[in-house]
Nanobody, 128 residues
Framework: QVQLAESGGGLVQPGGSLRLRCADS???????????IAWFRQAPGKEREGISC????????TYADSVRGRFTISRDSASNTVILQMNSLKPEDTAVYYC??????????????????WGRGTQVTVSS
């Protein structure tokens, strides 16, 4: 069974950076290398928003308009993790961030029902 876990959240000032990691503790050598991995976030009172995804077949990436140019998703083969590097953070980036595993190797959009497994989330707070 897949067990995703996020790490790296915290409190940061506007303009700062954070690096989030997503790993599968049950099958670390398989999940991040054979399936698409996406990052979503959910702010209080708002719907869950898909923000970035990386495909396992060719490492192609997609980004939501709200984060394009500031966030970068990548795969770290040495640690079997997917990384979300977040730069130039804004207060509106404050949310719980989740990683999710797709059903297939390629990213399939931002509908949460298209992702099979989810982590429990990590809080990111951007505030001065």
């Amino acid at each position: 069974q897949v067990q995703l876990a996020e790490s790296g959240g915290g409190l940061v000032q506007p303009g700062g950076s954070l690096r989030l990691r997503c790993a599968d503790s049950k099958d670390p050598g398989i999940t991040v290398h054979y399936y698409a991995i996406a990052w979503f976030r959910q702010a209080p009172g708002k719907e869950r928003e898909g923000i970035s995804c990386i495909s396992s077949r060719d490492d192609s990436t997609t980004y939501a308009d709200s984060v394009r140019g500031r966030f970068t998703i990548s795969r770290d083969s040495a640690s079997n993790t997917v990384i979300l590097q977040m730069n130039s953070l804004k207060p509106e980036d404050t949310a719980v961030y989740y990683c999710a595993r797709g059903f297939y190797a390629y990213c399939s959009g931002w509908d949460p029902s298209e992702y099979a497994f989810w982590g429990r989330g990590t809080q990111v707070t951007v505030s001065s």
